[in-house]
């Protein structure tokens, strides 16, 4: 039996990105449909449901795309709520990349580190989709977290938001421009950028040299830069005190992640996988692998 992945992507053009990786991941075909809304999705949902009797519907998934992150997790909500006992299909919510790019990151610092736990960590414009990700897993993992935003309401609102979901110590500082960012890093042991991209947030004074901080990861990869000094391709490469991670460093582990989590959809009917239980599989990824030298604590 043929393993179907049916992609709702929120925008109206379906991403390619999705539908490539999908089938390299393992999906024999891929049904691709754009401009999918909460409101619209049901019937969507019923086709995977009734096609299959419930011992085959593990051949049978879900993947939720699209630009817009709120929209996708409108769309999961919908999409789960239209299924019901045993009628069921597997779903997996990466709205433009943002939970598996969240999720790498992570998984990239805390592989490099050793273990988060009571270790200071300052996300950079994490108000948007992966900061927001980013700072909650680290925060559930046990760091203590900060986000960076340039408006105090929005860095509030955002960070409550956190909290509300992952738990964990979360606060927010506002950074007008780049050249405070130096002020909010403190005596932080890891740096992520989560800016926009070609957008500079992180000069290299701010962060090259200081005592303190043992990774930091750039999730930019069109230039200028997030946080200069960290080049594209570093994976774990020395950069002053600290091991480097760029945009492409992270991206080559996202990727893997993201055809991981496809595999795993048709294992099972009633899989759901947002960032928590994806940030799950990128452990069993990471343990999987020879794990390179953790960086030793400062002095």
């Not at 043929?2 to 990786?21: C, I, N, Y």
């Not at 449909?33 to 009734?50: E, I, Q």
């Not at 996202?254 to 996988?273: G, Q, S, T, W, Y």
């Amino acid at each position: 039996m043929k393993k179907l992945l049916v992609h709702l992507d929120t925008s109206s053009a379906p991403s390619v990105f999705d539908r490539v990786v999908a089938y390299d991941a393992g999906a024999d075909e891929v049904l691709s449909y754009g401009g999918v809304t909460a409101d619209s999705v049901r019937d969507l949902v019923h086709g995977a449901m009734f096609t299959r009797g419930p011992k085959d519907l593990h051949n049978t998934a879900i993947f939720i795309g699209g630009a817009d992150m709120t929209a996708g997790e409108r769309l999961l909500a919908a999409v789960q709520k239209t299924m019901f006992g045993p009628l069921r299909v597997s779903v997996m919510l990466d709205s433009n990349g943002s939970n598996t790019t969240a999720v790498a990151a992570v998984a990239k610092l805390a592989q490099t580190i050793g273990n988060v736990k009571g270790k200071r960590a300052v996300v950079v414009a994490g108000t948007g989709p992966v900061g927001t990700r980013a700072a909650g897993l680290l925060a559930r993992d046990g760091a203590l977290v900060t986000i960076t935003s340039r408006h105090s309401d929005e860095a509030k609102h955002v960070c409550d938001a956190i909290k509300a979901r992952f738990g964990g110590d979360v606060d927010a500082t506002v950074v007008p421009d780049p050249s405070r960012v130096a002020d909010t890093l403190g005596n932080a042991e890891l740096l992520l950028n989560a800016g926009p991209a070609g957008v500079q947030l992180v000069p290299r004074d701010a962060w090259m040299n200081r005592h303190s901080l043992r990774v930091v990861a750039d999730l930019n990869a069109v230039p200028p830069l997030g946080i200069e000094g960290v080049d594209v391709t570093d994976a774990g490469t020395d950069r002053g005190n600290a091991k480097a991670f760029g945009a492409l460093g992270v991206g080559n582990f996202k990727m893997k992640v993201h055809k991981r989590c496809i595999a795993k959809l048709f294992e099972r009917n009633d899989l759901v996988l947002d960032a928590e239980s994806i940030s799950d599989i990128a452990r069993e990824l990471v343990q999987s692998v020879p794990q390179a030298s953790s960086v030793p604590p400062p002095g």
